[in-house]
């Protein structure tokens, strides 16, 4: 990998969940070379910067401006997204953005066909669906290992609401259940198994929420998450498989998931997809529930520094690798704009066919290959670093 070339990176955004992103793109990944935070509060970008040891602290003007900087990673919050995106993309960066891709799918196709004409890669996460977890459970798939997936049921919970207290921003558009943490679902599913075909639905608004938390500083005393914050949807995929979705953050507690595929010669439990060392789990025929070995590297373990915050997204940032190899090589990126649109779609699409009491017929479609396998994060037991990286170009 000596021969290929750095591609030259600024991170826009320096919340919570940055430094996991900064360290991977500056440490973990050896094809980006992360010269420059951003932020609107230009102190906080500073105060990272001095923390991780990055050069250049730039405006957001500066870095659209900085002809040295071709890959742009986004991690504002979603409902600019799309002010952000539009400004790099024309600024002539590659973008790689954190979830959603944007709140308005009017936006998020108006960006595709900026970049389609610009000849720009975007790349939208969730990229977990690049992990040890994920392309372990699609490689048993693309080996027929349940045989012809057939259906599949689906389930997330949390308690989004007061949830939202902690985390201020899932008060805003795209805070809701599903597409905060809906999005990782609908990315694992069409990762697995390809793109929807239609849609059939019901949903719910959030409940009015009332200040639990008295150690906060919300100044409301009530609110109500926007959209629908309970979901449950009949998914057709192209493939054939039929699968029942059910999100609901109006309930209690932290998550209890479940993604169960059924096949003609086996069933498939998947792990978590809002990690990226999920156990994929494989029942046969008058065997027991076997645990796969992992197949591929990226499993979410920090191999590099001390814990951060959000340190068990511990790979996060793969896929703005990955799109920095697809630049150098010259093709399209796994978690690419069509992945991004096509996830979306169906999120909105759940809301239109829940509204309309109509099927709702997706118009995006995308093609994702999956990582070779064989790669791993690390060796002699955890104590050497891997080879993952080789399976991004």
């Not at 040891?53 to 600019?80: C, F, G, R, Y």
């Not at 109500?224 to 498989?241: H, K, R």
């Not at 191999?303 to 790979?315: A, L, Q, V």
């Not at 064989?374 to 399976?391: I, K």
């Amino acid at each position: 990998m000596s021969n290929i070339s750095k591609v030259k990176t600024a991170v826009v955004g320096c919340g919570m969940i940055s430094d996991i992103y900064i360290r991977n793109l500056s440490e973990l990944f050896t094809i980006t070379d992360l010269v420059a935070l951003s932020n609107r509060n230009l102190d906080k970008a500073k105060e990272k910067a001095a923390f991780h040891k990055i050069d250049k602290v730039m405006s957001i003007d500066e870095v659209a401006a900085d002809p040295d900087i071709e890959l742009v990673v986004n991690l504002t919050p979603a409902p600019v997204h799309y002010d952000i995106i539009k400004k790099m993309l024309l600024a002539g960066k590659h973008v790689y953005t954190e979830k959603m891709f944007t709140t308005n799918i009017g936006e998020a196709k108006e960006l595709v066909r900026i970049a389609r004409e610009k000849n720009l890669l975007i790349g939208v996460a969730p990229d977990t669906v690049l992990g040890a977890g994920t392309q372990t459970a699609k490689l048993a798939i693309d080996r027929d290992m349940i045989g012809k997936v057939t259906g599949g049921v689906v389930s997330i919970n949390r308690n989004q609401n007061l949830n939202s207290e902690l985390f201020r921003f899932l008060q805003d558009d795209g805070g809701a259940l599903p597409y905060d943490v809906g999005i990782y679902y609908i990315a694992t599913l069409v990762t697995l198994l390809g793109p929807v075909k239609a849609i059939r639905a019901f949903a719910a608004p959030s409940i009015t929420h009332e200040r639990e938390y008295l150690y906060t500083d919300e100044e409301k005393d009530s609110w109500q998450i926007p959209g629908s914050n309970v979901v449950a949807a009949s998914l057709e995929f192209e493939s054939g498989p039929l699968v029942s979705l059910h999100i609901n953050g109006n309930t209690i507690n932290g998550e209890q998931n479940l993604i169960m595929l059924f096949g003609t010669n086996g069933i498939m439990k998947v792990g978590n997809p809002d990690s990226f060392n999920g156990k994929t789990e494989i029942l046969l025929p008058e065997n027991d529930w076997v645990t796969l070995p992992f197949t591929h590297g990226y499993d979410g373990v920090n191999k590099m520094s001390e814990p951060t915050f959000f340190d068990h997204y511990g790979s996060r940032g793969v896929g703005a690798a990955e799109l920095a190899y697809s630049i150098r090589v010259g093709r399209t990126n796994r978690c690419s704009k069509e992945y991004g649109l096509h996830c979306m779609e169906v999120l909105t699409g759940i809301d239109i066919a829940a509204e309309s009491g109509a099927t709702y017929y997706p118009e995006s479609r995308f093609e994702m290959s999956g990582l070779k396998p064989g790669y791993y994060s690390t060796t002699f037991n955890g104590f050497g670093r891997g080879d993952a990286e080789r399976s991004l170009i």
